[in-house]
């Protein structure tokens, strides 16, 4: 089904769809960096420095913060203290201080106002810019939010047992050392806290990628790196285990968002700073007659009948708990089991009778 949010064009599309499998790396154990980090501040910083640009391309950050804020008001109950690790713009705590857009069963008119069950927010970023972007909205005034710089997205600088949840909106795909990430976060946890996170998937934007892959094989003669490797939801739930989260849950979502051009696409992604930032990457450009064979390829394989071109988004949400001694336990395998065969005798004998 479709829907639409923030901002008429482009607009947004929401739909699961089976798994494919291609132009996906998985992150496992890295023994050398694949990202830049360096680069990748550089592309984030000078994105944020058109704020009026930067925010209106902000749509699918948004989307995604009020669908994780939605999983956390979910869990009934209330947090003196949340991080929110790779806070962008603080998408989550302005989400947070607006009526959600979904309708919830204990909420069916969207009047909750979540800051009232959260007493603080350290918003923690690595790009300054970002993260002080919209300092003076109002929003800041609804809610305590404490801004924090990081040298490192990949260090997290905080005592352990800090924090009543942590959550991450649309940063971890940038992680080089994903499993030491969430070690991390798990560390700065309370007992019988939890982890509320989001990142961009394997499957995200294959639309562009195919696109630019055919489009390098017919006029170069080989594949560049134009786009960055992500992970794989098949890995995701064994790393939150790795890092010692209990009750875990891991699912998927794609948002669909339909654009002009490729062009309109490719300049939105660098406007939010999502631009590629592989270290084995090209340098320079993308060669103009790869471009222009590239759009062709997409409007053939992947373009609406409208004209429009899609761009699937595949969102892997992830929740785990950090341990505790009073925490809910899973059963054991097979306590949860009993014969269809008994149960279904069972109830026929009881209808013959009445």
């Known amino acids: 089904y479709s829907i639409r949010v923030f901002i008429p064009p482009p607009a947004i599309r929401r739909r699961v769809v089976p798994s494919r499998s291609y132009a996906v790396q998985s992150p496992g154990n890295l023994n050398m960096e694949v990202f830049n980090r360096k680069t990748k501040l550089l592309q984030k910083e000078r994105a944020a420095r058109d704020v009026e640009t930067s925010r209106r391309v902000d749509y699918l950050r948004d989307e995604v913060a009020s669908r994780l804020c939605e999983r956390l008001l979910d869990i009934n109950r209330s947090y003196d203290h949340i991080l929110d690790y790779g806070a962008n713009a603080c998408n989550i705590a302005r989400i947070l201080t607006q009526p959600l857009p979904h309708p919830t069963p204990t909420d069916p008119d969207n009047t909750i106002i979540a800051a009232p069950r959260i007493s603080k927010i350290t918003a923690a970023e690595s790009s300054r810019n970002l993260l002080y972007r919209d300092q003076d909205l109002p929003f800041n005034s609804e809610i305590e939010i404490v801004r924090e ?110 654009y002009p051009t490729m062009t309109a696409l490719v300049t939105d992604l660098q406007a939010m700073g999502e631009s590629n930032a592989v270290l084995a990457r090209e340098p320079g450009p993308i060669q103009r007659d790869v471009l222009l064979a590239a759009e062709a390829i997409y409007k053939e394989l992947h373009g609406n009948d409208d004209g429009t071109l899609p761009a699937t988004f595949r969102l892997i949400y992830m929740i785990g708990w950090k341990e505790a001694a009073n925490q809910a336990k899973p059963l054991e395998r097979g306590t949860g089991m009993f014969s269809i065969k008994d149960y279904l005798e069972g109830s026929g004998k009881k209808a013959g009778d009445g």
């Not at 795909?173 to 990430?181: C, I, K």
């Not at 998937?201 to 892959?213: F, H």
């Not at 560049?224 to 209990?246: E, I, M, N, W, Y």
């Open 149 to 258: 710089e990081l040298n490192t997205q990949e260090v997290l600088p905080y005592p352990q047992n800090t924090f009543d949840a942590v959550l991450s909106s649309l940063s971890l795909h940038w992680t080089n050392d994903l499993p030491s990430v969430l070690a991390q976060i798990n560390n700065i946890l309370k007992p019988d806290a939890p982890f509320l996170g989001v990142m961009l998937g394997g499957d995200s934007i294959y639309e562009l990628r195919t696109s630019l892959q055919l489009a390098d094989m017919d006029i170069r003669g080989g594949v560049s790196t134009h786009t960055s490797p992500l992970a794989d939801v098949r890995d995701v739930g064994g790393l939150l285990q790795s890092a010692r989260f209990k009750l875990l849950t891991v699912d998927i979502d794609d948002i669909i968002i339909d």
